[in-house]
């Protein structure tokens, strides 16, 4: 079984300063991780995601997300928000035994002050 | 290239009706999943279709129903429609096992 935790429903951060969204998993396996992005009434883009090469990877818009084995974590980062990352992002695991069912967190919620 | 197409992307129905949404990959992926997304519950799955197989499938009473084309393109079915399947109806495709998903703009499905 695989299931994912987002640990922050909301984040506020001011513009300029570092963004980190929590997530931890769980699998059975090994895991193939993902972060998505969902600005309002758009579908998902993929922000970044980890199928067990290097454990810091890097993503698109200047976002990376470090996979800690230890920790069973995978937390999204940013050094400096800007104001168009205003969206709700998910945390998503998916397991590598031929299962193609994405487990999604459920949702963070990040909100930029100007 | 192309991106993942949903159509409609907004439908009206009356409880009761019958509802299709079609879902068309990005050209070469052969994986199509469908999730449902609503304030309450988030995002939950409902089914996958590799190859005109449907090989997993969400919690969701037999109303939901799906299907895949030799094409790859997919659609879904919900029959006797109800309040509570007012949502927004996500389409991923993807090549397959580890790759990443892409997902269409998404079918908001309101039920009167």
């Known amino acids: 079984a695989q299931s994912v935790t987002q640990l922050d429903s909301h984040v506020s951060v001011s513009e300029g300063t570092p963004v980190l969204l929590r997530c931890n998993y769980s699998s059975s396996y090994s895991p193939s991780l993902f972060w998505y992005v969902q600005h309002p009434n758009k579908g998902l883009q993929l922000l970044l995601k980890y199928t067990s090469a290097a454990t810091l990877v890097k993503g698109i818009n200047g976002f990376e997300a470090e996979f800690k084995k230890s920790e069973t974590s995978f937390h999204l980062t940013k050094p400096s928000a800007h104001m168009s990352d205003a969206a709700e992002y998910f945390c998503?695991?998916?397991?590598?035994?031929?299962?193609?069912?994405?487990?999604f967190g459920t949702g963070t919620r990040l909100t930029i002050i100007p | 290239k192309a991106g993942v197409t949903q159509t409609p992307r907004y439908l009206i129905k009356t409880r009761g009706q019958q509802v299709t949404l079609s879902c068309s990959p990005i050209s070469g992926h052969r994986s199509v999943s469908w999730y449902q997304q609503t304030p309450g519950q988030g995002l939950q799955f409902l089914f996958e279709?590799?190859?005109?197989?449907?090989?997993n499938k969400g919690n969701f009473p037999g109303r939901f129903s799906g299907r895949q084309f030799s094409n790859s393109r997919s659609e879904m079915n919900v029959s006797t429609l109800e309040l509570g399947d007012s949502a927004l109806y996500l389409c991923?495709?993807?090549f397959g096992l580890g790759y990443e998903a892409f997902f269409g703009q998404g079918t908001r499905l309101t039920v009167v």
């Open positions: 279709y590799f190859s005109e197989t449907q090989r």
């Open positions: 991923a495709s993807s």
């Open positions: 998503v695991v998916s397991d590598l035994r031929g299962n193609e069912k994405l487990t």
